[in-house]
C-alpha cells in the first residue's frame, strides 16, 4: 500500500502571498489530519477532515484553511503568509471512522514552507 | 489538555536496550497511551500504544504501570537508525476532539 504523499515537498513564499498544500492519504484512510511543525512550537495541530468535514480545528488564526475532497485527498490553504508561517506542514491520515477517531496515524514527509 | 512528561534527551550503546520512560499521571479510564517517533527530516512515525496491558509487537514493548500513571517504551536492541524524537502521547478527553498533543518528546542518540 502506498504511503501519504504530500506535495509539493518544498516551497518558498513571498509574504503576503497565499499558498496551498496538498496532501493523498493512504487508501482507505478517510480521516485526514494537518499539523504545523516549527523549532520553537513543535508539532501543532491545524485541524481534521473525515467525509468532507471538519471534525476538529486547532487554535490557529483564519488564514488557515483547509478542505478534503470526496476521494479523501485534502488541500490546506494559507492565506496573506507571514514569515512565522515558515514551517514544516505535514499530513497524517487514519482509518478513524464516523463517530471514532483513530490514533494510530500515518504521516507523510511533509512540505517545507519557507517565507521570505 | 493532555500532557505527559518525558526526559530531554537521553542515550544509548547500539545494541542495547533503550527504555524511555513517559509520565502521564493525568490519563482517565478510558484514555490510550501512544508512542510515536521522528526521525530527523522525516514525518513522525507510529510505534505502539496501549490501555493497561503491555504491548509488543516487531518495534517495540509497551510497559504501563499498574497505576497508569507512567509507563516505558522499550526498544529491545537499539540500532544507529533508531536515533530520533520519540513521542508519548495519551489520547484526548472526549471533549477534546481528535488531535493529538505530541509536547517536545524525548531525543534518543543511539551511540556505535
Known amino acids: 500500500k502506498a504511503g501519504v504523499t504530500q506535495t509539493p515537498r518544498y516551497l518558498i513564499k513571498t509574504r503576503g502571498q497565499q499558498v496551498t498544500l496538498s496532501c493523498s492519504p493512504i487508501s482507505g484512510h478517510r480521516s485526514v489530519s494537518w499539523y504545523q511543525q516549527t523549532p520553537g512550537q513543535g508539532l501543532q495541530f491545524l485541524f481534521e477532515y473525515f467525509s468532507e468535514t471538519q471534525r476538529n480545528k486547532g487554535n490557529f488564526p483564519g488564514r488557515f484553511s483547509g478542505r478534503q475532497f470526496s476521494n479523501s485527498r485534502s488541500e490546506m490553504n494559507v492565506s496573506t503568509l507571514e514569515l512565522g508561517d515558515s514551517a514544516l506542514y505535514l499530513c497524517?491520515?487514519?482509518?478513524?471512522?464516523?463517530?471514532?477517531?483513530?490514533?494510530?496515524?500515518?504521516f507523510g514527509p511533509g512540505t517545507r514552507l519557507t517565507v521570505t | 489538555d493532555a500532557k505527559t512528561t518525558q526526559p530531554t534527551s537521553m542515550d544509548c550503546a547500539e545494541g542495547r536496550a533503550a527504555n524511555l520512560p513517559c509520565n502521564h499521571s493525568?490519563?482517565?479510564?478510558?484514555?490510550?497511551v501512544y508512542w510515536y517517533r521522528q526521525i530527523h527530516s522525516q514525518g513522525p512515525q507510529y510505534i505502539i500504544h496501549g490501555l493497561k496491558n503491555n504491548e509488543t509487537n516487531e518495534m517495540a514493548s509497551l510497559i504501563i504501570t499498574e497505576d497508569r500513571k507512567s509507563s516505558t517504551l522499550i526498544l529491545p536492541h537499539a540500532t544507529l537508525r533508531d536515533t530520533a524524537v520519540y513521542y508519548c502521547i495519551h489520547t484526548p478527553g472526549s471533549n477534546s476532539g481528535y488531535a493529538l498533543n505530541f509536547g517536545k518528546g524525548t531525543s534518543l542518540l543511539v551511540t556505535p
Open positions: 497524517a491520515s487514519s482509518s478513524s471512522s464516523k463517530g471514532s477517531p483513530s490514533y494510530e496515524q500515518y
Open positions: 493525568t490519563i482517565s479510564g478510558n484514555e490510550y
